[in-house]
């Protein structure tokens, strides 16, 4: 039986989690990132103590007796300057057989409830396009569309456009 939970990510986790992220580094569009980063810029994000920064970790703990990561979602700082401290970006990422059963959901739905105790104010996420999964996700967890950059990257012989999604947690 299946023991899926969310927890804040540990060291441990990152080597699963580094290995998530490069498939999708190597062959997809969701992410931009051409060159698979080094784990150390994973236990840079994991070091964070930024308020507002956070990386969790989907687990399932019964598959070989030790948590093994299905995938995770993250939120750090949107725009250096310090006007930018009250919004986050974020991000989620799923291995290939744990989507479409509400992982990224439950994922989001904690990531958000950790921002809104650290006084973010506004969430904002880009998406590739197209990206039905994850456009699809956004507007459950209470994001709008708000823009689309057209051609902003380029990867895999395509021109590829982003959407921006934003979420105002606070009233
Ligand atoms: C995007 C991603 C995180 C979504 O996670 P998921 O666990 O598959 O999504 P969930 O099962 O939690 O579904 C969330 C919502 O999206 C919908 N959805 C999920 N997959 C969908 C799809 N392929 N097409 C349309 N809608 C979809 C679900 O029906 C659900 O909507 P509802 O709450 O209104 O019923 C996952 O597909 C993934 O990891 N994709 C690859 C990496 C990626 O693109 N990351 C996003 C970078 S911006």
Same mark, same amino acid.
């Given at each position: ?5 969310? &927890? ?36 840079? &994000?994991?070091?964070?103590?930024? *308020? ?26 949107? +725009? ?20 479409? +059963? ?36 956004? *507007?459950?967890?209470?994001?709008? +569309? ?26």
């Amino acid at each position: 039986m299946s023991d899926v939970r969310v &927890r804040a990510a540990v060291e441990a986790d990152l080597p699963a989690v580094k290995a998530i992220y490069d498939v999708q580094v190597a062959g997809r569009i969701a992410t931009f990132d051409l060159e698979p980063p080094p784990l150390s810029y994973w236990s840079a &994000r994991l070091a964070s103590e930024a *308020r507002g920064d956070h990386l969790l970790v989907a687990v399932d703990g019964t598959l070989s007796g030790s948590d093994d990561v299905l995938g995770y979602a993250y939120s750090s700082s949107y +725009r250096p300057r310090p006007a930018y401290d009250r919004t986050r970006e974020v991000s989620v990422y799923l291995a290939d057989g744990a989507r479409g +059963r509400g992982l990224g959901r439950a994922l989001y739905d904690d990531l958000l409830a950790r921002l809104a105790d650290d006084d973010v104010h506004t969430v904002l996420a880009v998406v590739a396009l197209p990206n039905p999964a994850s456009e699809a996700l956004h *507007r459950a967890c209470g994001f709008e +569309r708000v823009g689309v950059l057209p051609e902003v990257g380029h990867k895999l012989g395509r021109r590829i456009d982003t959407a921006l999604y934003a979420r105002v947690l606070a009233g």
